[in-house]
């Protein structure tokens, strides 16, 4: 038996899979801060209903995924641990000065930067100085160390970052620093940016290896525990959790590593996607993820997850492998608010679990998005998470209309603008991946979920002229399948600088280089998977290079054959980056005669987790959705009109299922809008599919 569970900010989301491949889920409320009692309770609730104890399921259970937003909350709310930096004497206001960071402002008087996990108070030099190619130009002054250590000690201070100049070419007063740290303070946490970050960039190393001091111990108390009481529970494996990468790991290896579990949750809702997508034939995908507090946006283009090597959060600089994920304020908790030009907003301030929106009659008194579904008849208040919870539709009604008064417009009026607006920024964000990458959005279909995500997508498709939107089965809860479906993933980079001529032509000797360096990463994968049990021939290693031209920093990331390189395998990667160039910033924009410079190795060890194959029913006839009954809602995009809709039941739904929009089709944890002029059918995995008669393409 597997478990996966996803942590969210309004729901904890469990789901169990059997023997046989067989799902059920679970939700129940997120409890901040104490995120764990939200899991027990999940688990409570899933063993209660499958007739076990809670100890009965843990002891069934052989595999225990859990996608954690323990990172991202310390790092957004400021609740991490107090972190001494030390630094090479002379460059403590590297990471304060952040690169002038100024995000997207373009007015100089509003820019701020973000400001450091670090104070200035807190920051030690000490000197030591490793030059370009890595030689020691002065050692390390270990009484200039030890002193510095002592200093922060006596502060207050219990985690430590060490980031020191050129560290990525020459580990060796790091490493150092690091062992003299623990013997004054063995309790300490310790990162230092050779093994979180050994890449180029002294500031988004540095802030990369203070997100992990800062967060690290946080993540360590909280999984530590939870795994222990799991274990104590009746589980006889230890949890594992999943990274930003897309990829599983040990407690240990995440917590070493804290930074890496930043988009733990979104990363499993991708994953989940891509597999979905390999069934249904689907190489180019767009996720749309939309929770209670923010929606992500992720591809997959030509069947491969897109990532990259640079993340911000709360512009916070983060430079490592990781699924290319996109957050936007945008949910279903995302408050209303009239802006100084008067002019209705959502987002990104949400409702939160707690008090919540408020027709979950826990207090909340501000419109959110969920509430104005309710006001426009998309969200049956008394079938709410299966009528588990029953919603107050006079709340809904109160604070919408309160809203609306400012702005002059009804309450039917504030809930259709409030749905226009939140659709706007989650299209916005779309286009950003998409459009602003030379790709279009067209040739994509729309993967749906998250519990608000089946009433907002097909509009959002609309919006963007998407041929197809996929609402999978267990939709609300997509990520924690997608925890289940997670291989386990180590990732490693390294910067090295090499030089390429034009035609991918390069020395012998820069050549070994390359290889060296890609085998000593891949020597690093392959020790991390020789640790858990899986089969050889389920352990593969993918390798990737990162280049640009000569002298310009546009860079793009050329998978390369997971073996030593030869010359002609460096002609073949290059001609992949002149293409991949052409594709985004046009066919004259290209200069493969000025030669490439390589820049960043990565090295990606995969642990298959074997999964059930997926069963496709027969579809043995075109039927209708079996109806419920109807009600008076808002399913015309373009007006706030209510009419009488017909609502159809999804949990009866048989493959080949059909419905004519518009309609709303209700799952106890979800429900899908199907606007006038689309179509809703029900294929043969049990997704629902929405189609647009003006936007279908041919191929």
């Known amino acids: 038996m597997r478990i996966g569970v996803d942590i969210g900010g309004t729901f904890t989301d469990l789901v169990v899979e059997d023997d046989t491949g067989s799902r059920r889920t679970w939700k129940a409320s997120s409890t901040p801060p104490d995120f764990g009692a939200g899991v027990l309770a999940a688990l409570k609730l899933a063993a209660s209903d499958l007739g076990k104890s809670r100890a009965e399921l843990l002891a069934a259970t052989g595999h225990f995924v859990h996608g954690t937003t323990v990172t991202t909350n310390v790092v957004l709310t400021r609740t991490g641990e107090r972190v001494g930096l030390i630094t090479t004497r002379g460059f403590a206001d590297t990471y304060p000065l952040a690169r002038q960071y100024r995000g997207q402002e373009q007015d100089p008087s509003k820019v701020t930067h973000p400001v450091p996990l670090v104070t200035a108070s807190d920051t030690v030099e000490v000197t030591e100085r490793v030059d370009y190619a890595g030689r020691v130009v002065a050692p390390l002054a270990e009484d200039d160390l030890k002193n510095g250590v002592q200093y922060l000690l006596d502060q207050g201070v219990r985690a430590f970052a060490v980031c020191f100049l050129w560290s990525f070419r020459n580990a060796e007063h790091e490493k150092r620093a690091k062992q003299l740290i623990l013997e004054i303070a063995p309790d300490a946490y310790v990162s230092i940016s050779s093994e979180s970050c050994p890449v180029i960039g002294e500031y988004e190393r540095t802030s990369t290896t203070a997100i992990n001091a800062y967060a690290g111990p946080a993540l360590k108390r909280y999984a530590e525990r939870l795994d222990q009481d799991l274990r104590d529970g009746g589980l006889g494996h230890p949890i594992l959790l999943m990274k930003s990468d897309g990829g599983a790991a040990s407690i240990a290896s995440a917590v070493t590593a804290a930074a890496q579990t930043v988009y733990s949750g979104p990363a499993a809702g991708v994953v989940a996607a891509h597999h979905l997508g390999e069934r249904l034939g689907e190489q180019n995908l767009i996720t749309f993820d939309m929770g209670g507090t923010s929606t992500d946006v992720a591809l997959t283009h030509q069947g491969r997850i897109q990532t990259t090597s640079l993340q911000r959060l709360d512009r916070q600089a983060l430079a490592i492998p990781m699924i290319d994920v996109t957050s936007v304020g945008a949910g279903g908790g995302s408050l209303g608010w009239i802006g100084v030009d008067g002019t209705l907003r959502t987002g990104p301030r949400s409702a939160g679990a707690v008090p919540g929106p408020a027709c979950y009659g826990a207090g909340g008194t501000e419109a959110s998005v969920t ?150 990463l891949d020597a690093r994968a392959r020790a991390e998977l020789a640790q858990h049990d899986v089969p050889e021939e389920d352990r593969i290693v993918q390798y990737g290079l990162e280049m640009s031209y000569l002298g310009q920093i546009l860079n793009f990331q050329i998978d390369a054959p997971a073996r030593p390189l030869g010359h002609e395998d460096i002609a073949a990667l290059v001609a992949d980056f002149d293409e991949r160039y052409r594709a985004v910033y046009g066919p004259g924009a290209a200069s493969p005669e000025n030669g490439y410079t390589l820049k960043n190795y990565s090295v990606t060890g995969i642990g298959r987790i074997h999964q059930p194959a997926a069963v496709a029913a027969p579809v043995t006839a075109v039927g209708a959705f079996p109806r419920k009954g109807t009600r008076r809602a808002a399913a015309d995009l373009g007006s706030a009109e209510l009419s009488e809709i017909a609502v159809y039941d999804g949990t009866a739904a048989a493959p080949g299922a059909r419905a004519e929009g518009p309609a709303l089709i209700e799952y106890p944890d979800t429900n899908v809008l199907v606007p006038a002029g689309f179509t809703a059918a029900v294929d043969a995995y049990g997704n629902v599919v929405l189609e647009h008669a003006e936007h279908k393409r041919e191929g």
């Open 371 to 520: 509430d104005a579904n309710v006001v426009l008849g998309l969200i049956d208040p008394g079938y709410f998470l299966g009528g588990r919870v029953r919603l107050d539709r006079d709340s809904a009604q109160r604070a919408v209309a309160e809203l609306g008064e400012r702005a002059g417009l009804s309450p039917e009026a504030t809930a259709h603008g409030m749905f226009r607006v939140v659709n706007s920024v989650m299209a916005d964000a779309i286009r950003l991946r998409t459009v602003f990458a030379g790709l279009d959005p067209r040739d994509f279909a729309l993967v749906s979920f998250g519990g608000a995500g089946g009433l907002h997508c097909a509009a959002v498709a609309a919006d963007l002229g998407i041929r197809k939107v996929v609402v999978p089965t267990m939709a609300s809860v997509f990520s924690a399948a997608g925890l289940i479906s997670s291989d386990l993933v180590y990732s490693y980079t390294k910067t090295a600088t090499t030089t390429v001529a034009a035609g991918g032509m390069l020395t012998d000797d820069a050549l070994k280089s390359v290889n060296d360096i890609l085998a000593e």
